[in-house]
């Protein structure tokens, strides 16, 4: 229910252009967190104004362009630095297909329906999608988050290929080359009976080196053992499918599978495997959603003892009061249980957990 602020709804450069559309949308945020990580619950409070920009060419080719100011208004954003994504994407499109560059997703995940898309209110922390068992952005953002994509469609299905690579000065080899990674993905939709099935697969590869992050993981395995160092990991190429059913009475569920293999090059070797699930269900102004997700760690290091689990589960509550207002209740809930080995090697103790929450209004401009 955003409102779209024209700055411009006619901007032409000189006789014969094309109309472009600059517009202005934004989104203000307050009430109160709180969790196990937090003495006494706080206030929440957030601003974030995105500037979206949009053309098309005398010959019939759509182009545009958004920056997240929240992302971007540090000496990292795109407009300061052109290897770094700052909450800028650019696009250009026509019967040729789309090509997108900058904050967008990598083919994997534009292919995937994450659990926690499945009719999701959100909450102002996003607790729900921040747990540790929450899997969103696959292996996105290994670099410095500048994405490339090409996406084709043709009829109900869809394929995409993208890259990102490393723009630091050394990926640590010797070999004199950076590091890079890359995605394929295809999805199809189609109508079952009058559900709507939205199916997905892709495979994601980045070179090794990179520092994975499991949501909390780190935060709650800090808090029982002091700072926490995650390890780099090796060489990664990922498998992913997801399943996501709109029955059309306000509910929607799906599923996705997420297996990873991890080689010891320039990092540490494991085997990886993600299970997601979320269901959401709106009836009149309220909106209901759960998810709930699981890392499967094996093989980790080549260690004899070296197996484990991360875990946990979101909740979200959104009531919209119409005009833009909504009430947003959101909660998470993280845990991990580690073998002796494993646990020894990452510097944890055996088993951990905690949790979040956010409870306020949210109002979009």
């Known amino acids: ?48 104004v995105t500037f979206t920009m949009s053309g098309e060419t005398d010959g019939g080719l759509s182009f545009g362009a958004s920056v997240d100011l929240d992302e971007g208004g540090d000496g990292s954003a795109a407009s300061d630095d052109n290897t770094d994504d700052g909450g800028a994407t650019i696009f250009i499109s026509g019967g040729f297909g789309k090509l997108t560059m900058g904050d967008t997703d990598g083919a994997l995940d534009w292919a995937l329906t994450d659990a926690g898309d499945n009719n999701n209110g959100g909450s102002l ?20 988050g500048q994405i490339a994509r090409y996406e084709y469609s043709f009829g109900d299905f869809g394929v995409a290929i993208s890259a990102e690579t490393d723009d630091s000065d050394d990926d640590g080899d010797d070999d004199g080359e950076r590091d890079a990674g890359y995605a394929i993905g295809f999805k199809y939709d189609t109508d079952l009976g ?38 780099a990991l090796g060489d990664t190429g990922a498998i992913g499918v997801s399943i996501s059913a709109d029955f059309n009475n306000g509910l929607v569920a799906g599923l996705t599978y997420n297996n990873w293999d991890v080689d010891d090059d320039d990092g540490v070797e494991a085997d990886i495997q993600h299970v997601g699930v979320g269901i959401g269900y709106t009836t009149g102004a309220l909106t209901l959603h759960a998810n709930y997700g699981v890392f499967e760690l094996s093989d980790v290091a080549d260690l004899d003892d070296g197996d484990g689990t991360i875990d946990g589960f979101g909740l979200s509550a959104a009531y919209d009061l119409g005009g833009g207002a909504v009430v947003h209740a959101g909660y998470g809930s993280s845990s991990y249980d580690f073998d002796d080995d494993l646990a020894a090697a990452v510097g944890v103790d055996d088993d951990g957990d905690g949790s979040t929450y956010t409870f306020g209004l949210g109002l979009s401009f």
């Open 1 to 48: 229910m955003k409102k779209t602020l024209l700055l411009s709804t006619a901007i032409v450069a000189f006789a014969g252009m094309a109309v472009a559309d600059v517009a202005l949308t934004g989104r203000a945020e307050m009430g109160i967190l709180g969790g196990s990580d937090e003495d006494n619950a706080d206030f929440f409070t957030d601003i974030d």
């Open 125 to 144: 922390g996003d607790d729900e999608t921040e747990h540790a068992g929450y899997l969103g952005a696959y292996l996105d953002g290994a670099y410095d």
């Open 194 to 231: 009058g559900v709507g099935l939205s199916l997905g697969i892709g495979y994601q590869y980045v070179a090794g080196g990179y520092t994975l992050e499991f949501g909390r993981f780190d935060d709650i395995a800090g808090d029982n053992n002091g700072d926490l160092e995650t390890p």
